[in-house]
């Protein structure tokens, strides 16, 4: 058997556009065989590498079709076997005969996502560019599509092999001083340079951390608390934010009852807004369940707006990320913006461009870039219990519980792309020390 | 039941078995050289000594015997943390021997016999006996076979070579063809020795000396023998930039690099020619001089094993710090040997095609005597439960370095000579060497294997600790100034706790209070630990049904296929850790049994 033959599965085709009358569809096909289909499907072999135009024949030597035929050889191909793509016109019947003739000669039908499942099973891709496919598919909006796209790339994969490699170089170093105590010379200078190295480490996993932070909001979207005393404007924002009613205005302070949401784009994000019931002493019990939902959503938001009427001079009504003082028309001079405050007046839309600003400035946390990849909720989880394990890890202590720490960081890494065996900790071990016995 | 072979593997595989109420025949070339140690005179080490006692927490031989034979101790690891410390002992040889030989000889049911087994007999896919040069044929309905570096054996000095087991015996050739002919797979791996000094050409007063622990360890759980060899100091010295430059003179005569050897050596006991060529950038090496025994001069220079020519290696020794004016008393060499994949064995170190059959010890591709006396207890035990008709023991990895050891080589095999590391085990933080009877003990009491006295002992243990941890859990120790007073616990958690400084302590053995000590400063880290091996417990639950078409699981490369239709692994577990199995092949296998299940 060749080494190309060797990855490859059983030959399964798809049609890999969208049903329905189209100026191109495409039939898709990978697998062992796949060169042996094309020869007497078509009627001249293709030329890997080539755009080539062919015949698609039928079993009587009728023609079915002609179009493009791309063919690719393993293993440089997307799911690493041998591939063909058969770029026909875009109807629905003859897309069928397309495909019923491949299966007639001999391939199977794809189940759905076989083709991305046989790419990760022969290690052309790891699951975060599988997610960024994915992901890339079901972008909504440019920004999203762009992360997507450098994720299916391997943006992630490569920041996340970087942040790997040196994880285990350092567990190399480390397990060598216990496994091999007593041949490698391990003393005041060496553990000075390996707790360097894992304070740098933990560094570094913390600011690949703060990215995948940012990242993951342009994909989750992001979440905004609007907060204040009753009657300070809250809904009226909402509405202002949302470009249309969504919530209920009245005049009458507590009239939002339970957390109303819309969704506003800001600076390319999606972000969920919730407009919460003012904060007051007393009210109706219905009032005061509001007022526990909006402390909950409060909590969970990943910005805070407070809102608060322009002419209230009582301290600020809780923590927030922004200060939004409304009612500025009511005013006759307009009041000074600065630090978190941002004037604004819900009712004639005032202010409300700098309002976006100052949103997208709180959305992307701590300052940063943009993100270079789009990353999921469980990336963030991940790398969260990383992190905290490499923190734990550089904090000092001793060797056998910071080696403990680096293999629960590694664990964690391991499931965002795929786990490494003992065997590959032990060959970086060789690959660093010189071992006596 | 026969077990072939007196070496570490050899004695406690019939060890095991007599205590389990079998009676044992034991066949070997030269019943002088029972318990014989090839290669350094040192029992323990890291992770080692993890092994070495848990084969005492089962009652076996070797931490007796090293107890009294032991003539220089050491304690490694001791300031990285409780579970990765280990103990050392440099045995005189010929008192190992003779403990060995004596431990042997006071097992009445087993039967000793020097001759050699030159076949084996298997009929139906199944042991019936072995042919015995001089005895003829001996029917068995189990058969330990543990035949060392034996096996179709070459021993390689400079560029002469000579078949051979070990220096002065010769290689198992007959039982190496007849094995062969048994069609398991088969492959060749080398290890080496360095030479011997004679010690009373070594000038002592130039080198670093190490003296003996104090207090005097034990490797023995139940305690120490009622007398203890004289204790005797070893000496540090290493190479240097002439030594190596000798090395790489004569790399060309090295069998290693020459070609004429073609089998692995191992990465952690390299060659001071493999040394010297990989790691290129040190200037110097470390040597331990090792005293052979209290009654011989000569010398074991731990760190130089090697092949070179005679001349080379004498030129090698001299250019050495205190050796400048050293004998050689014997030649280093390397030895090439056959051994058996062990992926052919199942989990009790059964051959899986033939019935009865079982092998242990370096014939498995692993190096060190503890591996090997570990694998001889396994093995022993587990064709001793077959004969009585029970079923096979199999130890865990969560328990103990011996599961670690047994599931490591028939799962994933070896690529060199394996030696255990504690990096091996994953749940290392509770496999501590001074809890192996905490862990195994009760477990042996049940097989049968531990005697009465060692199972109460261990529950003495226990219930001493149990009892402590108890009352501790009520007590608080006061604090310095106006703080809260803390819960004992949590103040024996603290890294640098240590029982003895306790307020209000107990009076409690020394094992104990170490035991306490261990599981507060664990505890926390172990419960953590637990956790997140919940997906590894998930996947060693997840049994691989024996109809399950691999061929049917979308995704999965040729190569992924090939493995597991070869290896057939019972549950994803024992799958995840098939060398070559990726862990995106593991991640199809399951999602694939998924959706079998709901389909």
């Given at each position: 058997?060749?080494a190309r033959?060797?990855?490859?599965g059983?030959?399964?085709?798809?049609?890999a556009?969208?049903?329905?009358?189209g100026a191109?569809g495409?039939v898709?096909?990978s697998g062992t065989g796949?060169?042996a289909l094309?020869?007497?499907?078509?009627?001249?072999?293709?030329?890997p590498?080539?755009?080539n135009?062919?015949?698609?024949?039928?079993?009587?030597?009728?023609v079915?079709?002609?179009?493009?035929?791309?063919?690719f050889?393993?293993?440089r191909?997307f799911?690493?076997e041998d591939?063909?793509e058969?770029?026909g016109h875009?109807?629905t019947?003859?897309?069928?005969?397309?495909l019923?003739?491949?299966?007639e000669?001999?391939?199977?039908?794809?189940?759905?996502?076989e083709?991305?499942l046989?790419a990760?099973?022969n290690?052309?891709?790891?699951?975060?560019?599988?997610e960024g496919?994915?992901d890339?598919?079901?972008a909504?909006s440019?920004?999203?599509?762009r992360?997507a796209?450098?994720?299916m790339?391997?943006?992630?994969?490569?920041?996340?092999?970087?942040?790997?490699a040196?994880?285990?170089?350092?567990?190399?170093?480390l397990e060598?001083a216990?496994?091999f105590?007593?041949?490698?010379?391990?003393?005041?200078?060496?553990?000075?340079?390996l707790?360097?190295?894992?304070?740098?480490?933990?560094?570094?996993?913390?600011a690949l951390?703060?990215?995948c932070?940012?990242?993951?909001?342009c994909?989750?979207?992001a979440?905004?608390?609007?907060v204040?005393r009753?009657n300070?404007?809250?809904s009226?924002l909402?509405?202002?934010?949302?470009?249309?009613?969504?919530?209920?205005?009245?005049?009458?302070p507590?009239?939002?009852?339970?957390?109303?949401?819309a969704t506003?784009?800001?600076?390319g994000?999606?972000a969920?807004?919730?407009d919460?019931?003012?904060?007051?002493?007393?009210?109706?019990?219905?009032?005061r369940?509001?007022m526990r939902?909006?402390r909950?959503?409060q909590?969970?938001?990943d910005v805070?707006?407070?809102?608060q009427?322009?002419?209230d001079e009582r301290p600020?009504?809780?923590?927030?990320?922004?200060?939004a003082?409304n009612?500025?028309?009511l005013?006759?001079?307009r009041?000074?913006a600065?630090g978190?405050?941002?004037?604004?007046?819900a009712?004639?839309g005032a202010?409300l461009?700098?309002?976006?600003r100052?949103?997208?400035?709180?959305?992307?946390?701590?300052?940063g870039?943009?993100?270079?990849?789009?990353a999921?909720?469980?990336?963030?989880?991940?790398?969260e219990?990383?992190a905290?394990a490499l923190?734990?890890a550089a904090?000092?202590?001793e060797?056998?519980?910071?080696?403990?720490e680096?293999?629960?960081?590694q664990e964690?890494?391991g499931?965002?792309?795929?786990?490494?065996?003992?065997?590959?900790?032990?060959g970086?071990?060789?690959?660093?020390?010189c071992?006596?016995? | 039941?026969?077990?072939?072979?007196?070496?570490?593997?050899?004695?406690e595989?019939?060890?095991a078995a007599?205590?389990?109420?079998?009676p044992?025949?034991?066949a070997?070339?030269?019943?002088?050289?029972?318990?014989q140690m090839?290669c350094?005179?040192?029992?323990?080490g890291?992770?080692?000594s993890h092994l070495?006692r848990?084969?005492d927490?089962?009652?076996?031989?070797?931490?007796?015997?090293?107890d009294?034979?032991?003539?220089?101790y050491?304690?490694?690891n001791?300031?990285?943390?409780?579970?990765v410390?280990?103990?050392r002992?440099?045995?005189?040889r010929?008192?190992?021997?003779t403990a060995v030989r004596?431990?042997?000889?006071?097992?009445?049911?087993?039967e000793?016999?020097?001759?050699?087994v030159?076949?084996l007999?298997?009929?139906?896919n199944k042991?019936a006996?072995?042919?015995?040069?001089?005895?003829g044929?001996?029917s068995c309905?189990?058969l330990?076979?543990t035949a060392?570096?034996?096996l179709?054996g070459v021993?390689?000095?400079?560029k002469?070579s000579?078949?051979?087991g070990?220096a002065g015996?010769?290689p198992a050739?007959?039982?190496?063809?007849?094995?062969?002919?048994?069609?398991?797979?088969?492959?060749?791996?080398k290890?080496g020795?360095?030479?011997?000094l004679?010690?009373?050409?070594i000038?002592?007063?130039?080198l670093e000396s190490?003296p003996?622990?104090?207090?005097l360890?034990?490797?023995?759980?139940?305690?120490p023998p009622?007398r203890?060899?004289?204790?005797?100091?070893c000496h540090?010295?290493?190479?240097?930039?002439?030594?190596?430059?000798i090395?790489?003179?004569?790399?060309k005569?090295?069998?290693?690099?020459?070609?004429a050897?073609s089998?692995?050596?191992p990465?952690?006991?390299p060659?001071?020619e493999?040394?010297v060529?990989?790691?290129?950038?040190r200037?110097?090496?470390?040597i331990f001089?090792?005293?052979e025994g209290?009654h011989t001069?000569e010398?074991?220079?731990n760190?130089?094993?090697?092949a070179?020519p005679?001349?080379?290696?004498?030129?090698?020794v001299?250019?050495?710090?205190?050796?400048?004016?050293?004998?050689?008393?014997?030649l280093?060499?390397?030895?090439e040997?056959?051994y058996?994949?062990p992926?052919?064995?199942?989990?009790?170190?059964?051959?899986?095609q033939?019935?009865?059959l079982y092998?242990?010890?370096?014939?498995n591709?692993t190096?060190?005597?503890?591996?090997?006396?570990a694998q001889?207890?396994?093995?022993?035990?587990n064709?001793?439960?077959r004969?009585?008709?029970r079923?096979?023991?199999v130890p865990g990895r969560a328990?103990s370095?011996?599961g670690?050891?047994?599931?490591d080589?028939?799962?994933?095999g070896?690529?060199e000579?394996?030696?255990m590391f504690?990096?091996r085990?994953?749940h290392?933080?509770?496999l501590r060497?001074d809890?192996?009877?905490l862990?195994l003990?009760?477990q042996?009491?049940e097989?049968?294997?531990?005697?009465?006295?060692r199972?109460d002992?261990?529950?003495?243990?226990?219930?001493?600790?149990?009892a402590?941890?108890?009352?501790?859990?009520k007590?608080?120790?006061?604090?310095?100034g106006s703080?809260?007073?803390?819960?004992?616990?949590k103040?024996?958690?603290?890294?640098?706790?240590r029982?003895?400084r306790?307020p209000?302590?107990?009076k409690?053995s020394?094992r104990?209070?170490?035991?306490?000590?261990?599981?507060?400063?664990?505890?926390?880290?172990?419960e953590r630990?637990r956790?997140s091996?919940?997906?590894?417990r998930?996947?060693e639950d997840?049994?691989?049904p024996a109809?399950?078409?691999?061929?049917?699981?979308?995704?999965?490369s040729n190569?992924a296929r090939?493995k597991?239709?070869l290896?057939?692994?019972?549950t994803?577990?024992?799958a995840?850790?098939?060398?070559?199995?990726t862990p995106a092949a593991?991640?199809l296998l399951?999602l694939?049994l998924d959706?079998r299940?709901?389909a």
């Amino acid at each position: 058997m060749t080494a190309r033959g060797a990855n490859s599965g059983e030959l399964i085709a798809a049609a890999a556009t969208a049903q329905g009358k189209g100026a191109i569809g495409i039939v898709r096909l990978s697998g062992t065989g796949a060169a042996a289909l094309a020869k007497r499907l078509l009627d001249r072999p293709p030329r890997p590498g080539r755009v080539n135009r062919r015949r698609f024949l039928a079993a009587d030597g009728g023609v079915i079709d002609e179009g493009l035929v791309l063919a690719f050889r393993a293993p440089r191909s997307f799911t690493g076997e041998d591939m063909l793509e058969l770029h026909g016109h875009g109807g629905t019947a003859v897309l069928q005969a397309l495909l019923a003739r491949c299966i007639e000669l001999g391939a199977r039908l794809a189940e759905p996502g076989e083709f991305a499942l046989r790419a990760f099973g022969n290690g052309k891709i790891d699951l975060t560019q599988a997610e960024g496919i994915a992901d890339l598919i079901n972008a909504t909006s440019a920004r999203a599509a762009r992360l997507a796209a450098a994720s299916m790339g391997g943006a992630l994969r490569a920041a996340l092999d970087g942040l790997g490699a040196e994880l285990l170089a350092a567990r190399g170093q480390l397990e060598a001083a216990i496994d091999f105590g007593e041949d490698v010379d391990f003393g005041g200078k060496h553990q000075r340079r390996l707790r360097a190295d894992l304070k740098r480490l933990s560094a570094r996993a913390a600011a690949l951390l703060a990215e995948c932070r940012r990242a993951a909001a342009c994909q989750e979207g992001a979440s905004i608390a609007l907060v204040g005393r009753p009657n300070a404007g809250k809904s009226s924002l909402l509405n202002a934010l949302a470009g249309r009613d969504a919530a209920i205005v009245d005049g009458r302070p507590g009239t939002t009852r339970d957390v109303v949401t819309a969704t506003v784009e800001i600076d390319g994000v999606a972000a969920t807004v919730y407009d919460t019931a003012g904060l007051r002493d007393g009210g109706s019990k219905v009032e005061r369940e509001g007022m526990r939902r909006a402390r909950r959503r409060q909590e969970e938001a990943d910005v805070v707006v407070l809102v608060q009427d322009v002419r209230d001079e009582r301290p600020a009504a809780a923590a927030h990320d922004v200060l939004a003082l409304n009612k500025i028309d009511l005013l006759p001079q307009r009041p000074r913006a600065g630090g978190k405050k941002v004037p604004v007046a819900a009712k004639t839309g005032a202010g409300l461009p700098a309002l976006r600003r100052a949103l997208a400035r709180a959305l992307g946390r701590g300052g940063g870039d943009e993100p270079a990849f789009l990353a999921r909720a469980r990336h963030v989880r991940a790398l969260e219990e990383a992190a905290a394990a490499l923190a734990a890890a550089a904090a000092g202590g001793e060797l056998v519980a910071a080696a403990e720490e680096l293999r629960r960081a590694q664990e964690r890494l391991g499931t965002i792309t795929g786990a490494v065996g003992v065997e590959d900790l032990l060959g970086e071990i060789f690959a660093r020390f010189c071992i006596g016995k | 039941m026969l077990v072939v072979g007196g070496g570490h593997a050899g004695v406690e595989a019939a060890a095991a078995a007599a205590r389990l109420g079998l009676p044992v025949l034991l066949a070997t070339h030269s019943l002088d050289s029972i318990g014989q140690m090839s290669c350094n005179p040192a029992i323990g080490g890291i992770g080692k000594s993890h092994l070495v006692r848990e084969i005492d927490a089962l009652d076996g031989v070797m931490a007796k015997a090293a107890d009294r034979a032991g003539i220089h101790y050491r304690i490694l690891n001791t300031r990285k943390g409780p579970a990765v410390r280990a103990t050392r002992a440099q045995a005189d040889r010929s008192l190992y021997r003779t403990a060995v030989r004596q431990l042997v000889e006071a097992e009445p049911l087993i039967e000793l016999v020097q001759d050699e087994v030159e076949e084996l007999v298997v009929k139906n896919n199944k042991v019936a006996g072995a042919r015995l040069k001089a005895a003829g044929l001996v029917s068995c309905a189990a058969l330990v076979l543990t035949a060392g570096t034996f096996l179709a054996g070459v021993m390689h000095t400079g560029k002469s070579s000579a078949a051979g087991g070990r220096a002065g015996h010769a290689p198992a050739t007959r039982l190496a063809a007849c094995l062969r002919e048994l069609n398991l797979p088969v492959g060749r791996l080398k290890t080496g020795t360095p030479p011997r000094l004679d010690g009373r050409s070594i000038d002592y007063g130039r080198l670093e000396s190490q003296p003996t622990a104090r207090p005097l360890p034990s490797f023995c759980l139940l305690g120490p023998p009622p007398r203890r060899p004289r204790q005797v100091a070893c000496h540090l010295t290493a190479t240097n930039e002439r030594s190596h430059a000798i090395v790489r003179r004569h790399l060309k005569d090295s069998p290693v690099y020459s070609g004429a050897i073609s089998g692995a050596g191992p990465r952690y006991c390299p060659s001071i020619e493999d040394k010297v060529t990989r790691f290129a950038d040190r200037d110097a090496h470390r040597i331990f001089l090792e005293p052979e025994g209290l009654h011989t001069a000569e010398v074991y220079p731990n760190g130089i094993s090697t092949a070179l020519p005679a001349a080379a290696q004498e030129a090698l020794v001299r250019s050495i710090a205190g050796l400048e004016e050293a004998r050689l008393t014997r030649l280093g060499y390397a030895v090439e040997y056959d051994y058996y994949d062990p992926r052919a064995l199942d989990p009790s170190l059964a051959v899986r095609q033939i019935e009865g059959l079982y092998f242990a010890g370096q014939i498995n591709g692993t190096t060190g005597y503890e591996e090997a006396a570990a694998q001889g207890l396994v093995a022993g035990a587990n064709a001793a439960l077959r004969l009585a008709g029970r079923e096979a023991w199999v130890p865990g990895r969560a328990e103990s370095y011996l599961g670690v050891l047994v599931d490591d080589l028939t799962a994933q095999g070896v690529t060199e000579p394996y030696r255990m590391f504690t990096s091996r085990a994953e749940h290392r933080l509770s496999l501590r060497e001074d809890n192996a009877d905490l862990r195994l003990t009760a477990q042996g009491a049940e097989l049968g294997l531990v005697s009465e006295e060692r199972r109460d002992a261990a529950l003495r243990h226990q219930e001493e600790v149990e009892a402590e941890m108890a009352r501790l859990a009520k007590v608080t120790v006061p604090a310095a100034g106006s703080r809260p007073p803390q819960p004992a616990l949590k103040w024996l958690a603290r890294p640098q706790a240590r029982y003895g400084r306790l307020p209000g302590r107990a009076k409690l053995s020394r094992r104990a209070a170490a035991e306490i000590e261990a599981r507060c400063k664990y505890g926390p880290l172990i419960e953590r630990q637990r956790h997140s091996l919940q997906r590894e417990r998930e996947l060693e639950d997840l049994i691989l049904p024996a109809d399950l078409d691999f061929a049917g699981v979308h995704g999965l490369s040729n190569e992924a296929r090939e493995k597991l239709r070869l290896h057939r692994p019972a549950t994803l577990g024992q799958a995840a850790r098939l060398s070559g199995l990726t862990p995106a092949a593991v991640s199809l296998l399951r999602l694939h049994l998924d959706r079998r299940r709901r389909a």
